[in-house]
């Protein structure tokens, strides 16, 4: 079971199939996407209360986290803590292989 659910919502709008299949897929830059743009609108949002509303640090730091979290703490999460213990990573989960690669 994948410690952030991604399974689960997969079985919703997809049906079952071979999961060595499903695991030659390569992840690449469209799967993280949705990622992104958790931190993009944020971002977006931010600069332009930046610009409309002047200089603010809160403001600042609730713009900031967002992009702090997904370039630092994504590896983290996803590679030391969570999928390398799960149990669907060594079937077929795409995100195991992607941070975990072994480096050359």
Same mark, same amino acid.
């Given at each position: 079971m994948c410690a952030f659910g991604k399974g689960a919502?997969?079985?919703i709008f997809f049906k079952k199939g071979n999961p060595k299949k499903f695991g030659e897929r390569e992840l690449?830059? @469209?799967d993280l996407i949705p990622q992104l743009l958790v931190v %993009?609108?944020?971002l977006a #949002?931010?600069?332009? %209360? %930046? #610009?409309?509303?002047?200089f603010d640090v809160l403001i600042l730091i609730a713009m900031l986290y967002p992009v702090f979290s997904w370039v630092c703490l994504n590896q983290v999460i996803y590679g030391k803590l969570a999928c390398i213990h799960c149990k669907q990573g060594t079937i077929c989960c795409q995100a195991l @292989?992607?941070?975990?690669k072994k480096k050359k």
């Open positions: 919502i997969a079985s690449n830059f @469209k %993009l609108i944020p #949002i931010g600069v332009a %209360l %930046l #610009i409309s509303r002047g @292989k992607f941070f975990t």
